[in-house]
């Protein structure tokens, strides 16, 4: 999982480990100089390689993604990671831009299983007073609620799902009547 190419001979060497992709899909590369033989370099990359894969995969006891600490934000972006590409572009731009705008920054630092129904109501209750309509209010819903489910599955079953006892709220704002002109 990396590479190796001569920076100035004859054995100064410039090894290159990919560490893999972030949140925003960007790649990222550790780059190591090394001095020494071709052979000694390709053992260098060998070990750094094998050090870095059993660094990067915890355990499932050292695990401490799936648990009492995981937040909606952590749980939607492993889901973007592991499912998203089953949606539809039009749904994922949807989800996307709810997410950014509605989900991160407030309730998405929660974590998933230290809140409750009342505050997951209170939440959507402003939502609607903010101006969100139902429709966008569904998608949120919906959002959280794949979100905790899927979090507590790849938890194994050690985080509920409070947004499965969330009902929709019903739309506060009486319909008007249409009227149709008089003859006059």
């Not at 893999?20 to 053992?43: C, L, M, W, Y």
């Not at 401490?64 to 590409?85: P, R, V, Y």
């Not at 230290?114 to 309509?133: D, M, Q, T």
């Not at 499965?164 to 009547?177: A, E, M, N, P, Y």
Request: charged letters at 25%; glycine letters at 8%; hydrophobic letters at 35%.
């Amino acid at each position: 999982m990396g590479s190796l190419r001569l920076r100035t001979p004859p054995d100064v060497w410039e090894l290159r480990l990919y560490m893999g992709r972030d949140a925003n899909g960007r790649v990222h590369h550790k780059h190591t100089t090394f001095i020494g033989s071709k052979r000694a370099a390709e053992r260098e990359l060998a070990r750094l390689s094998i050090e870095f894969e059993s660094s990067a995969l915890p355990t499932q006891n050292e695990r401490t993604l799936w648990g009492a600490k995981t937040t909606f934000n952590d749980a939607i972006l492993a889901w973007k990671q592991n499912g998203w590409q089953d949606l539809s572009p039009k749904t994922v731009s949807d989800y996307e831009s709810l997410y950014r705008i509605h989900i991160r920054d407030k309730v998405g630092q929660t974590p998933i299983a230290k809140i409750g129904v009342f505050e997951i109501e209170a939440y959507f209750r402003s939502l609607s007073e903010r101006g969100l309509g139902a429709s966008g209010i569904r998608q949120v819903r919906a959002i959280l609620h794949k979100a905790a489910r899927l979090a507590g599955k790849w938890s194994g079953g050690v985080i509920p799902n409070p947004v499965s006892l969330v009902d929709l709220l019903k739309s506060s704002t009486k319909k008007s009547q249409v009227k149709s002109p008089a003859l006059e």
